[in-house]
Every structure is written in C-alpha cells, then in structure tokens.
C-alpha cells in the first residue's frame, strides 16, 4: 500500500469544469491501475473512472463524456478532467490503486488497496 495525495477539488458552478490530480506520496511506485471514486453525504461510494497503465479507460455511466481519465505515467500521476458539471457531482472524490500485481481496471472499490483522503468537490447550481 502507498499514500496517495489528490488535488484539485473546489467549489464550481453548474456548467464549470475542475482537474483532479492524484500522485503518490513520499516514494515511488509502480502501479497498473489507478481509479476515481467519489462519496456523496448520506451515499455509498461510487465508481467514477479507472485506467490502467496500457491505456484502458472505464467510466461510470452517469459520468461518460464529460470526465475523462488520463495519466502520466512517468510521474505516476492520474488525472481526472470534469467539465459540464451538475450538482449531482458533488462529492468527496478519492483516488486509488489497485495492487501493482493487478493489471485490468475494475469498478469494484474493495478491489484496491491504497487510497487517498479525499478532495472536496461542490457544484452549486
């Protein structure tokens, strides 16, 4: 397990975009895969987004064309873009890492290991 630090959450309006980004803290790591979730109050924590490192992407119907996943891979950083923002988004969103041995993206949480404290997004309509 390593500590992952996101940034980048903040409050928005409706119809605004926010980057979030996502690195590891205090050592490097290799990782295959990396996902988004996000927690909305009194809500389960959802899937929003995973990649893996040979470029497979999946996305949480509720997001699809209007977030977009990518990372760079030298910097072991994952990055989620989110534009045409809706209140609904509004969440904590965490960051995580599947175990480095694991290669396919997955939307289940209990499938990674490592995760971050969460970044605060508020989309006010």
């Known amino acids: 397990q390593v500590q992952l630090v996101e940034s980048g959450g903040g409050l928005v309006q409706a119809g605004a975009s926010l980057r979030l980004s996502c690195a590891p803290s205090?050592?490097?790591?290799?990782?295959?895969?990396m996902g988004w979730f996000r927690q909305a109050p009194g809500k389960e924590r959802e899937f929003v987004a995973a990649?893996?490192?040979?470029?497979?992407?999946g996305y949480a119907d509720s997001v699809k064309g209007r977030f977009t996943i990518s990372r760079d891979t030298a910097k072991n950083t994952v990055y989620l873009q989110m534009n045409s923002l809706k209140p609904e988004d509004t969440a904590v969103y965490y960051c995580?890492?599947?175990?480095?041995?694991?290669?396919?993206?997955?939307?289940?949480?209990?499938?990674?290991?490592?995760w971050g404290q969460g970044t605060q997004v508020t989309v006010s309509s």
């Open positions: 995580a890492a599947r175990p480095s041995s694991r290669v396919l993206i997955s939307s289940l949480g209990r499938e990674y290991d490592s």
């Open positions: 205090g050592r490097t790591f290799t990782t295959y895969v």
């Open positions: 990649i893996s490192r040979s470029g497979g992407i």
